[in-house]
């Protein structure tokens, strides 16, 4: 395949260089699976509005103003892309206000939240996973440094720690505690787990709950207003957390401390950010918690339970003991929690990043890490 087979129509080459200026978890390659997923989420005139967006907030008189464009065919365009999830759309002083998004987290996110099946929700997740497809393969040749220059080496993601195994004595930012945000958000939403909603809609079903993703603040707002989730409260927010830590599923959040807007509860078979975490030489520096698990090898009954739960697969049993592997371990908590004799526990991270304060600072500082994967190589 060649990756860069032009496009037929020159509107999605502008429309593919606007989101390659976005960043996200997901970087924009162009090929044709990528150009063959726009040309099916925007028409060519929302593809060419879209395209002349800016990086910010703006509402459509705004738009309208800039692109020359009349205002009542800007905002029935713009209403157009929020309602299929591909533009943000927040109420600020009485004025609707638009962001294009990122292709993951967001237009993906959106496409399936609803957990909506048809043959339009069919055929994007086969355009979806052939792109998906591509992005494996380069991420392969990042690896070795072939392509490093498309693949940032600071994390988008972050893991969030089961809570309640975050050891008592040791002293705990806010953004390490899943329920800071819960209690200060003023609107909380749950969604259909999106990635296992893909995978049922390409055959590869999951067994794991799936109305278990949240969103948080204006993101919560707008997903419930577009019908692609339902508002929650923070009681019921605390539940899913509870179900999901249950059930193996792992807290990520993108890397931002002073709020996030989405909590995905993930499984490894499915979700994106995991399964190129799980993948990756040492996980332990792509995504992770500022947590990393330790052992007291006396008080371990060899019960085995706790290498089931691993995500990561960081612990293997060891004769009678278990034994970690601590450059896989991501310090989710999930071990913590299903070990029965307290064997496991929790401690400080050496060296652990904090998280940039919000997506601007964060797409700095992954824009930043472009190419440096190459000179470590």
Do not use: W
Request: hydrophobic letters at 40%.
């Amino acid at each position: 395949m060649d990756q860069k087979e032009p496009m037929t129509q020159p509107v999605y080459e502008r429309l593919t260089e606007a989101l390659m200026l976005r960043g996200g978890a997901a970087p924009v390659i162009r090929c044709r699976p990528f150009y063959a997923l726009m040309e099916e989420l925007f028409t060519p005139e929302e593809a060419e509005l879209a395209s002349k967006m800016p990086l910010g907030l703006v509402s459509a008189a705004e738009l309208a103003t800039e692109t020359g464009g009349d205002p009542k065919v800007t905002e029935e365009l713009l209403e157009s892309m929020a309602n299929k999830g591909l533009v943000f759309a927040y109420e600020r002083g009485g004025v609707m206000s638009y962001q294009l998004m990122v292709l993951v987290p967001g237009m993906f996110e959106m496409q399936f939240c609803s957990g909506e099946v048809s043959e339009r929700t069919k055929k994007l997740a086969r355009l979806f996973e052939d792109y998906f497809l591509v992005l494996m393969h380069v991420m392969d040749k990042a690896s070795s440094g072939a392509t490093a220059e498309v693949m940032p080496i600071f994390p988008f993601a972050r893991v969030i720690t089961v809570e309640q195994e975050i050891p008592g004595e040791v002293e705990v930012y806010p953004y390490d505690i899943v329920s800071h945000y819960i209690e200060k958000s003023k609107h909380l939403a749950v969604s259909t787990c999106y990635c296992r909603h893909h995978g049922e809609l390409v055959g590869r079903p999951c067994d794991k709950p799936k109305e278990v993703c949240m969103s948080f603040g204006p993101g919560a707002k707008f997903v419930t207003e577009r019908g692609f989730g339902r508002m929650i409260s923070k009681e019921e927010a605390l539940k899913i957390l509870k179900l999901s830590e249950k059930e193996g599923l792992v807290h990520c959040s993108s890397n931002t401390g002073k709020y996030i807007d989405f909590i995905c509860n993930c499984c490894t078979c499915h979700c994106g950010i995991l399964q190129s975490v799980k993948n990756a030489a040492s996980p332990s520096m792509a995504a992770t918690s500022s947590f990393i698990v330790s052992l007291e090898e006396g008080e371990c009954s060899g019960c085995g339970d706790c290498v089931e739960m691993c995500p990561m697969d960081s612990l293997v049993m060891d004769g009678d003991v278990v034994a970690i592997d601590l450059k896989r371990c991501i310090g989710c908590g999930l071990c913590v929690s299903t070990c029965p004799t307290g064997a496991l526990r929790l401690e400080p991270r050496e060296g652990a990043l904090v998280p940039p304060l919000g997506h601007n600072e964060l797409n700095t500082a992954m824009i930043s890490s472009l190419g440096q994967l190459g000179d470590k190589a």
